[in-house]
């Protein structure tokens, strides 16, 4: 398993070629992975600090390399989506 990697897509497929290797959250052509749903995982943490009493969050995203980033990045959270 390979998590959060920044190695290149070459890099990776080189390791796939020789190696099981599963990716978590990152696609690479040719090698199985695994996606979460970071809509759903959002939504959820939101619920969960509003439920507690929170009223303001702030998202801290990785490296800007992370593969994952833009997509977290899209979930900007907006009052009509967190109530």
Same mark, same amino acid.
């Given at each position: 398993?390979?998590? $959060? &990697? ?6 990776? %497929?080189?390791?796939? %070629? ?28 939101? $619920? +969960?600090? !509003? &439920? /507690?009493?929170? !009223? ?8 800007? %390399? %992370?593969? &994952? /980033?833009?997509?977290? !990045? ?7 989506? &967190? +109530?």
């Amino acid at each position: 398993m390979l998590c $959060a &990697s920044l190695l290149s897509d070459d890099t990776i %497929a080189e390791l796939a %070629a020789v190696t099981p290797l599963v990716l978590i959250n990152r696609i690479v052509p040719g090698v199985s992975s695994v996606l979460m749903d970071s809509a759903s995982g959002m939504d959820q943490v939101v $619920a +969960r600090l !509003e &439920s /507690l009493g929170h !009223e303001d969050y702030v998202y801290l995203g990785g490296p800007a %390399a %992370a593969c &994952s /980033l833009g997509p977290r !990045e899209s979930l900007r959270v907006t009052p009509s989506r &967190s +109530r």
